[in-house]
């Protein structure tokens, strides 16, 4: 039985994705429409913000963030190692913790000394350096879930160049806009006070969060149909 543990890794949520819904995946869907299953139920958990329901926006974010993961396989992402590289326990942008890019009129971009002693080991640990990075009291929660619905946006752009190309600089285009988006999901976890890790362990105790299977035996209209 695959199952997801409060105390998880991203790369380990990555694998169990991989292990319950690889095989579905490959045999029903390209990136392009996995990516507008990370956008509608994106948009979904927009939804629920706007209704201030926090249960509807935490269950449809976790089934995006899980179309996500299934996209970042498809593109052998390292989304943990991606993670890093740009936020280094700082922002990407300004290179300060917390950010500074609203004291400046734009975004500087600066060199940054990386500590691998603060690397994250957990994905709490990671929302934890995340919201010491973009302190959650310094915006609302509309405000993240804008800043979420801009970033799956620009993946998908990103996306549609690298079809066009194929290039190896259009793909780290690609990359970085998934390190951005995962930096999105988890602010809009810290806005709205819930831990993503234990949230997904809740979901995800046994196999597919739906049929309880593993690989997952929803059939193709259920999936394409499904609503949270
Ligand atoms: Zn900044
Ligand atoms: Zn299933």
Redesign the pocket.
Known sequence: MASVKESTTIGEYQAFVAE??GL?NSRYFSASEMITNVERFIMRGLKGIRKEENERTTLNLLIAFSWFMSLMNQFHIDIEDEAWKRFPCLCSYCGDCPCSCAKHKAPVSRKVAVDESKHPKTMQDLQRMFEAIYPSGSRNIEHAGIHLAEEVGELSESMLVYRGSHSDKDFEYVKHESADLLSCFLGVFNSMGVSMAQAMAKMFSE???????A????NFA??VKYKS
């Open positions: 319950v819904y579905p196999n597919c969060h739906v049929c309880k299977k690989p997952c035996e929803c259920e999936v």
